[in-house]
């Protein structure tokens, strides 16, 4: 029953707080707190907002000393922005671990699906928009390291966020190099190639998140460069 449950959670609760940040940040660790945070974060959003905090604290309370390697840690970092980045006080707090290092960040091989979390995750436009251009400043860098699920992340908040979708499109159509030939935008974006390998007659298959964005900006407000 119900107080069962919240025995069981407040017991959890005190067991993880009480961690040192050397287990907290262990493979097993990180996909306990995971599912603990989806669930409390539904059930006591209050408790889910302490543990976060706590979180931050012992585990990123200083952001030019985190281990962006470790994907346990990549991983941690993502629970906490999805559990967190959308609160008054928990969001500033996590954008001052990420704050100034997204564009870094997106072009790693593996931080960068805390940057794919960001983007899915924030409701706040002008937040929003600071990171569009942050990314879209070093898409070309983020996308020659293969990071392209940040690609389709951002163009899926541009269309659900409604807000900067202008400076999405413009950075895709320079990424693609195809800016006085933009007909030739949405199959460049659909096999993800510049206009120069397209025109070399470089034609790989069809690129899933290519693809995806591509749907994306189909559903921008003035999608009239795609079709």
Sequence with gaps: DREQMDEVLDTLTARLTALPKELLTTELCVRVIQVYLSLVSKKQPKTARGVVRHLLTVCFSNPDQVDWEDSAVVRLMEALVVAGIN??????????????????????????????????????????????????????????????????????????????????????????HCSEKQELLAPLLAHLVTIESWSEGEHPPVHLHGSLALQQLLLFSKPIKVV
């Design 87 to 176: 609160h008054a006080k928990l969001g500033p707090k996590e954008m001052e671990v990420l704050g100034g290092k997204v564009a870094e960040l997106a072009k790693h091989p593996t931080a960068n699906f805390v940057v794919q979390s960001l983007l899915e995750q924030i409701l706040d436009k002008e937040r929003y928009l600071v990171l569009a251009e942050e990314v879209v400043a070093g898409l070309e860098e983020v996308l020659a390291t293969g990071a392209t699920g940040v690609l389709l992340a951002l163009t899926k908040s541009a269309v659900r966020l409604e807000a900067g979708q202008t400076v999405v499109m413009a950075g895709i159509i320079k990424v693609l």
